[in-house]
């Protein structure tokens, strides 16, 4: 049977996929660290946002049936 997969171990799989993106520096400067630290937020806040959307139109209903039953 196949380990389960733990939050911080994902996590850090992830982190090692991140880092396997960033091309060798050559001529890395402040800039590009910004701007790849700007985007990594971004896609977090995004993703974050996606998925408390998702949530809420999935407990929508249930919210509106407990609501209208008493």
């Given at each position: 049977m196949a380990p389960e997969?733990?939050?911080p171990n994902a996590v850090a799989?992830?982190?090692l996929i991140f880092?396997?993106?960033?091309p060798p520096a050559e001529a890395y400067d402040?800039?590009?660290?910004?701007?790849?630290?700007?985007?990594t937020?971004?896609?977090v806040?995004?993703?974050?946002?996606?998925?408390g959307w998702y949530l809420f139109m999935l407990l929508l209903?249930?919210?509106?049936?407990t609501l209208t039953a008493s």
């Open positions: 997969l733990q939050l799989i992830v982190w880092l396997s993106l960033i402040a800039g590009d660290a910004l701007a790849l630290l700007l985007g937020i971004l896609a806040v995004g993703f974050c946002a996606c998925l209903p249930i919210e509106v049936e």
